[in-house]
């Protein structure tokens, strides 16, 4: 036999025996009825905000609400800088970037959720 023949022959017996490997073992996992009960109820619950974002009329146009919250935040990030700022705070708090940022980021969650909660 030629050394062509013999490379051949090889990688077919090769490709046989992980052919019958990967037949004995089960890549995907079975799920039961109540995995996929579960699996169910779980896409039904991540579903259940994809109703529609609210919004605000503006002059005619419509916003997204999380715009305004969001100016609503940043808004109140620069007043809390201002605060800190005038009262001297600047030298007692560290992190002033985080402390104002976690305020604004706090009033803009606080606004969304009492105005988007019906």
Not at 22 to 33: A, D, E, N, Q, Y
Not at 64 to 80: R, S
Not at 93 to 109: D, E, R, T, Y
Not at 110 to 118: C, E, M, P, R
Request: proline share 3%.
């Amino acid at each position: 036999m030629s050394d062509k023949t013999e490379q051949i022959l090889t990688l077919e017996k090769r490709w046989r025996c992980e052919e019958s490997i990967s037949r004995r073992i089960s890549v995907s996992p079975v799920l039961t009825t109540t995995g996929r009960l579960l699996l169910l109820l779980a896409k039904i619950a991540l579903l259940n905000g994809c109703s529609g974002a609210p919004s605000l009329t503006i002059a005619g146009a419509y916003f997204p609400a999380w715009l305004a919250c969001a100016v609503i935040g940043v808004i109140t990030t620069v007043i809390a800088r201002g605060l800190m700022a005038s009262t001297h705070l600047t030298t007692i708090i560290p992190f002033q970037l985080a402390v104002c940022s976690a305020i604004g980021v706090l009033v803009a969650l606080a606004v969304w959720l009492f105005w988007t909660v019906h």
